[in-house]
T-cell receptor, first 114, second 110 residues
Framework: NAGVTQTPKFQVLKTGQSMTLQCAQD?????MYWYRQDPGMGLRLIYY???????DKGEVPNGYNVSRLNKREFSLRLESAAPSQTSVYFCASFDFGRDAYEQYFGPGTRLTVT | AQRVTQPEKLLSVFKGAPVELKCNYS??????LFWYVQYSRQRLQLLLR??SRESIKGFTADLNKGETSFHLKKPFAQEEDSAMYYC????????????FGTGTLLAVQP
């Protein structure tokens, strides 16, 4: 049981390059999320997926696209990276399991755009 | 618009001293509030929810709707409590979309 996993852990991109951040969870949760965290700020929601096949925008979706490939996987794509997207990206999953609130975060991906 | 404010970036206390980490929120609906903790080199994890009214690792938090606050308290700090603490508000109802405060670094000195 690995919980929420993210790849890669670190990435450096040049402005204009594209990349996809991968996230997977093995807890059979319905909901998955992508957050970003900038220095001195709280986590901000980029996109979320309430269930397989559905996605919706969060607070800061501009410049990103997402895919809920299946129940386990939720990827975040930067089509044309910009320095403003330098941040730490966290994936999370959530569900109510056995009447308990279950919310887990991944370890984060540190992205630098030069 | 919804907002979560944590006024202190750093709170430094001595071991055994009481701790209060402040959190204020702004939300037009019925708030659902959380405290998350991130220990050094570990991932963010849920500490407690106001709905469950539980005490985790000696920490408690009471929702005060009149003062729109959800302060985190512990009567006697331990060195292992040193971590980054984030207050969060669920503004998405069943979708569990969270807005986070900027966090408070708690440093417990020996």
């Amino acid at each position: 049981n690995a919980g929420v996993t993210q790849t890669p852990k670190f990435q450096v991109l040049k402005t204009g390059q594209s990349m996809t951040l991968q996230c997977a969870q093995d807890m059979n949760h319905n909901s998955m999320y992508w957050y970003r965290q900038d220095p001195g700020m709280g986590l901000r929601l980029i996109y979320y997926s309430a269930s397989e096949g559905t996605t919706d925008k969060g607070e800061v979706p501009n410049g990103y696209n997402v895919s809920r490939l299946n129940k386990r996987e939720f990827s975040l794509r930067l089509e044309s990276a910009a320095p403003s997207q330098t941040s730490v990206y966290f994936c999370a999953s959530f569900d109510f399991g056995r009447d308990a609130y279950e919310q887990y975060f991944g370890p984060g991906t540190r992205l630098t755009v030069t | 618009a919804q907002r979560v404010t944590q006024p202190e970036k750093l709170l430094s206390v001595f071991k055994g001293a009481p701790v209060e980490l402040k959190c204020n929120y702004s939300y037009s609906g019925s708030p659902e509030l959380f405290w998350y903790v991130q220990y050094s080199r570990q991932r963010l994890q849920l500490l407690l929810r106001h709905i469950s009214r539980e005490s985790i690792k000696g920490f408690t938090a009471d929702l005060n709707k009149g003062e729109t606050s959800f302060h985190l308290k512990k009567p006697f700090a331990q060195e292992e409590d040193s971590a980054m603490y984030y207050c969060a508000l669920n503004y998405g109802g069943a979708t569990n979309k969270l807005i986070f405060g900027t966090g408070t670094l708690l440093a417990v000195q020996p």
